[in-house]
């Protein structure tokens, strides 16, 4: 079994900032991509910033660029999304995904964390 936990969310000040984690453990063979998403009530699940394993650029939405840092430690399986001048707006639940194989020769699957909440309010 594959599980994957966030933690390190909270409320927050606007302008403050929080650090949050996520590990995957279980029967791991290989992680590839990992990310953080977001979802605000009534609205699609959006991506936040990811990381790949390789050498290709990380990714940022537009809205947290300069903001927020995605940062991997592979020994740990973890990854951590650094999130600094917070804005009422980025209040929702962060997700985290894993790109993970639990096999060698198996196809990528995504797997993904309870999420956690953010709040970012006076």
């Known amino acids: 079994q594959v599980q994957v936990v966030e933690s390190g969310g909270g409320l927050v000040q606007p302008g403050g900032s929080l650090r949050l984690s996520c590990a995957a453990s279980g029967s791991i063979f290989a992680i590839y991509a990992m990310g953080w998403y977001r979802q605000a009530p009534g609205k699609q699940r959006e991506l936040v910033a990811s990381?790949?394993?390789?050498?290709?650029?990380?990714n940022y939405a537009d809205s947290v660029k300069g903001r927020f840092t995605i940062s991997r430690d592979n020994a740990k399986n973890t990854v951590y999304l650094q999130m600094n001048s917070l804005k009422h707006e980025d209040t929702d639940v962060y997700y985290c995904k894993a790109e993970i194989i639990t096999a060698r020769g198996e196809i990528p699957y995504d797997y993904w964390g309870q999420g956690t909440q953010v709040t970012v309010s006076t």
């Open positions: 990381m790949p394993s390789g050498p290709m650029n990380t």
